[in-house]
């Protein structure tokens, strides 16, 4: 009986081990209690109504569809400028924003990036590059939109820059999370619990084409919209659709993970990612699981950077282009510089200096900018933003970068081409409208 008793403790332990093995192979880690979503969850609820995707398909709105990189701008009248104003915001032909400084002379600066290379929240005669093409007295094309990351960027340029409106010199704007964005499927996913879609008229971060590293090889890959046309966008409305498209977008999980969204966490896929990065992620310090994904995230979406960045220098090296990079960062990266001369970006900044890549850092002028104010932080930071830069933020930028522009090009802007202390030649110019003296009024 003793001897039957001890024989079925002992299965009964191995089996309680057996079952505990199990549970420690699952591929999800639980961190929270059961009343956060899970994973699936999340992703189930980032669906959007017919109606949405039927108005932004419909317009007018603030992007049209776009089956590359989801979306590029519209025409739209967003009340969000200063003052609770509307702002105008309109875009041509070419699919670049409006803009009327030298319109029409030949453009040999193209600019790409995210929002505030759009210059969202004020009119198309607000944004720097029309303050800056003012002053340099030549035109300069803005091809930015709300919501790239440097990816989405990076393939509008490459687009662009292959037709007969491509430029010598481009302008490549970097700002804030453009990093994490590149590695999103659909940006939406992240966006939604916030970002009011507006029935339509202010959708964004659809679908588009994205880069991921390859857990098996260690490499980056570029992978194409998993929603190229029109008719496939309607399965944004589909609950299980969404959630078994993003499911192992790995990047979306760890940044819901970090931010409380979802309660689980893929173990085993964020362990080959973290030995690829050469991240120690320690499960056992349940406290700071979040904070880990915080960090495993940041590293993967600069290292996505660094990948971008190697092929634009490659595009503008092939096709005999000048690039210069603009790093800035209003919220994070100029919040660490302040507080303690760190920033979470450093590894691009010591990437662009070790490969001698030409680069303008809208931080840095800014942080020197904010230490001749008696002010705080915040005080200093609404006399430029509203959020995005207001029209005195986009002029700041403007001059602030101009030393940096013309010295780059070559021959310099007319404005720099003085030959007389007096004058400057026209011939040219004027693309052969005469020169007529004014008529004296009687």
């Excluded at 100029?334 to 001369?341: D, F, I, T, V, Y």
């Amino acid at each position: 009986m003793n001897k039957n008793r001890s024989r079925w403790m002992s299965i009964a332990l191995l089996m309680g081990l057996a079952a505990n093995a199990i549970i420690l192979a699952r591929p999800t880690v639980a961190a929270e209690p059961p009343e956060k979503p899970t994973f699936k969850e999340y992703l189930e609820k980032s669906a959007v109504s017919r109606e949405t995707i039927d108005r932004f398909l419909r317009g007018p709105s603030w992007s049209q569809f776009d089956p590359e990189v989801g979306y590029i701008l519209g025409n739209y009248l967003p009340a969000e400028g200063i003052d609770q104003s509307a702002n105008i915001s309109t875009v041509q032909t070419n699919g670049a924003r409006t803009s009327f400084m030298y319109a029409g002379r030949k453009c040999r600066i193209n600019t790409y990036g995210d929002s505030f290379t759009l210059c969202e929240q004020v009119s198309d005669g607000e944004t720097w590059q029309e303050y800056l093409a003012a002053h340099l007295g030549e035109p300069i094309r803005n091809f930015g939109m709300g919501g790239y990351g440097v990816y989405q960027a990076y393939r509008r340029m490459l687009r662009e820059e292959k037709t007969d409106h491509g430029a010598e010199y481009l302008i490549f704007y970097i700002w804030g999370d453009d990093h994490i964005r590149s590695l999103l499927r659909c940006r939406h996913a992240i966006i939604y619990q916030w970002r009011d879609p507006q029935e339509g008229r202010r959708l964004q971060g659809n679908f588009w084409s994205n880069v991921e590293l390859d857990l098996a090889t260690g490499r980056f890959v570029e992978k194409e919209n998993l929603l190229p046309t029109t008719e496939s966008l309607y399965h944004m409305t589909e609950p299980q659709w969404m959630a078994e498209h993003l499911q192992d977008d790995l990047a979306l999980q760890l940044f819901a993970f970090k931010e409380g969204r979802c309660r689980d966490l893929d173990q085993d896929r964020t362990n080959k990612l973290a030995a690829k990065l050469d991240f120690k992620f320690d499960w056992n310090n349940t406290a700071t699981l979040r904070t880990q994904a915080g960090q495993l995230l940041d590293r993967y979406s600069l290292r996505a950077t660094r990948f971008i960045l190697d092929k634009a220098r490659a595009f503008a090296s092939q096709n005999n282009k000048k690039l210069l990079v603009v790093l800035f960062d209003p919220g994070r990266t100029m919040a660490e510089l302040k507080q303690s001369g760190t920033r979470y970006d450093q590894e691009i900044v010591d990437y662009l200096t070790a490969e001698k890549v030409n680069y303008f850092d809208m931080n840095e002028v800014h942080i020197r900018d904010f230490r001749r104010y008696n002010l705080s932080f915040e005080e200093y930071k609404k006399q430029y933003l509203i959020g995005h830069y207001n029209p005195a933020g986009n002029h700041f930028f403007a001059h602030s970068i101009k030393g940096k522009v013309v010295d780059w090009l070559d021959p310099k802007p007319i404005t720099y081409q003085q030959r007389d202390p007096q004058t400057i030649e026209f011939k040219d110019y004027l693309q052969g409208q005469s020169l007529k003296p004014a008529t004296a009024r009687p």
